[in-house]
């Protein structure tokens, strides 16, 4: 299940293809169906369906969800994830080590992605940060919502199926979203100013009960590892780099929209105001420090190969 649109580039490119590798894999043992656009569930509920098999393998953005992955929620955090790919690369690893076996209680991971940085998209003049303040912004995830706070913002939770109408009828200034999100919620149409910088990331993931996998055969489970894991989630994580990089170079094309980086000052205001947010999300998390020791650890060991 996946519930972006079905002409969305991930039901396109990834998830009927991730399909096509388990079917291929299972020999006959397992007959999975792709199906989209909320057809059996949604970002709300996926989490409900899965527990009571109305669904059985889930694809959903976590900050979406109705269960906390507390230790997950690090990717929201500014200045963590460098680009999805490394990023994905790096949590599939801490999945593997079993560092988010806490979070994960009860869960299956078969892949796991992070996006590329998330941007400021307003129908609003913004140009420096400066401008962001008392701006109503679209957000959602505990970190992401407290920086728009620290720079003078107010959070309005929304989940992303629904910000489209919201900036249109003027509920809410704009939104702080992944570029992977323009195409298929047509965002384009309802922004015109886009700031980048380090924001902070979200995660997604492939998923099922631990329970519904453990009563698989031996020959199913296997198609589902082999079909998920490292390469996959590395490759998830390239495929919304391109995306992301193709949606920011079609938006810039358009009559009307101004993208700006911020400056060398504005990075470093954005780094002083992240340390609060950064330093209250350790102090709340309990393993916090040590998982974000150890996330960046991996990222690091990546990029350094």
Partial sequence: MSPSPPQAHLNVEIMPQFVEAVNQAAGGELDVQLRTGGQMANAGNVYDRLQSDV?????????????????????ELPFIIPDAETGSEALWNLVESGALDADFEGLKVLGITAFPSTTIHTNADVGVLDDVAGLRLAGSGQALTSLIQELGAAPISLNVSDQYQAID??????????????????????????VEGPFGSAVAMVFMTEEKFESLSPTAQAALEQAGGREFSRQFGAF?????????????????????D???????????????????????TEGGPEFLDALEAEIAAIQAR
């Fill in 55 to 75: 669904i059985q393998i889930a694809f959903s953005p976590v900050p979406q969800l109705p269960k906390s992955f507390p230790l997950l929620s690090a990717v």
């Fill in 169 to 194: 009828r003027g509920t809410v200034d704009g939104t702080v979203m992944i570029w992977t999100a323009f195409q298929p919620f047509r965002l384009a149409e309802v922004t015109s100013h886009h």
């Fill in 240 to 260: 919304w780099d391109r995306v992301a990089s193709e949606a920011r170079e079609q938006t810039a094309a358009l009559e009307g929209h101004e993208i700006v």
């Fill in 262 to 284: 911020l400056s060398d000052q504005d990075i470093e205001v954005l780094r002083e105001k992240s340390a609060a947010v950064i330093e209250a999300w350790k102090s709340s």
